[in-house]
């Protein structure tokens, strides 16, 4: 049964899908294990970072998007969906490096997200409209929960959420192994943290303390001068041992492009010199599922 990462904050532009691609493919090329990102965003940043958009354009028009997935099984209500039907293999930009030389590519999936996912909602509510959007929740975690299990090829999903509380986000919070939080060290991210908790806490029906979570440090312009505010961070949250610095290196991959010289990359040539914080931060979020 593959475990289920969430990359999860309501405040936006905090490094929720950065993080997600980047955890994903660290799995993937330095560990190869079999790895699937879900982009349940509107927005699909993560489909923008892991296929060119031409190709998008026609899983789109094949209606080969989560958003499709969902419309099939929640509002046309059709049994035996099968959410494998909707994984595309073999994505992204990164490589494997074997020490016999071979240099395949990460064994790195995706399901790609749509802009639909917006509407997939309103739909959802209205197609389930005599119900409490508690039981529309439970329904569609059900539905997650069996679908994500029937793909037994994976050791990892992580999912990239969206920056709200939407039914699916909901839905994923319930059923998730572990949620990666990346939060920056201001004192409003810190108030977003604290929100952020109390809301999957109710969700999950648990305690703070025992949800598996893990705060991230990401995109800090001062690594030096924000140790010690994120170490009073750490006082009150479960906070990851890392810090993820804000570089070019990262900005530079907000979009999916093969490297000119060799097409694939190296996870390590990537992701550059934050590659040592994010590999911290991965082991550890592995060690917790
Ligand atoms: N550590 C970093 N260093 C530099 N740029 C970064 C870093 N992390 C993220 N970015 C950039 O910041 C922008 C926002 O990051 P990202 O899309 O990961 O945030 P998000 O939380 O997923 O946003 P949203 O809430 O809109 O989904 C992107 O352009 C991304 O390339
Ligand atoms: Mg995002």
Redesign the pocket.
């Known amino acids: 049964m593959p475990k289920i990462v969430a990359c999860l904050?309501s405040k936006?532009?905090?490094?929720?899908?950065?993080t997600c691609i980047v955890l994903a493919e660290y799995v993937a090329a330095e560990l190869e294990r079999k790895t699937l990102v879900i982009d349940v965003?509107w927005?699909m940043?993560a489909t923008s970072m892991m296929m060119a958009a031409k190709s998008w354009e026609k899983y789109q028009s094949e209606e080969k998007t989560f958003a499709h997935f969902l419309n099939k099984c929640m509002v046309q209500q059709r049994p035996g969906e099968l959410l494998h039907n909707y994984v595309l293999k073999d994505r992204g930009n990164v490589r494997v490096i074997r020490t016999n030389g071979t240099q395949p590519a990460a064994p790195i999936s995706l399901i790609p997200g749509s802009l639909d996912m917006d509407d997939i909602e309103f739909k959802i509510y209205r197609k389930h409209k005599a119900d409490e959007e508690n039981q529309i929740v439970d329904r569609l975690a059900e539905l997650l929960k069996k679908s994500i299990d029937g793909l037994t090829d994976f050791r990892y999903v992580f999912v990239d959420c969206?920056?709200r509380f939407d039914l699916v986000t909901k839905a994923i919070v319930k059923i998730m192994n572990f949620a990666v939080m990346?939060f920056s060290h201001q004192i409003l991210t810190q108030y977003g943290l604290e929100r952020l908790v109390s809301r999957v806490s109710l969700l999950r029906n648990q305690k703070p303390q025992d949800i598996p979570y893990g705060a991230l440090p990401?995109?800090i312009r001062n690594v030096a001068g924000a140790t010690d505010s994120i170490a009073e961070v750490a006082k009150k949250f479960k906070v990851i041992e890392a810090i993820?610095?804000?570089?070019e290196d990262?900005?530079k991959h907000?979009e999916f492009f093969y490297s000119e010289h060799n097409g694939r990359m190296t996870w390590r040539e990537k992701w550059g010199r934050?590659s040592r914080e994010y590999t911290k931060a991965a082991q550890i979020i592995l060690k917790n599922l």
């Open positions: 904050n936006g532009g905090v490094g929720k899908t950065t965003d927005q940043n969206p920056p990346p990401t995109r993820i610095p804000e570089t990262i900005a907000g934050s």
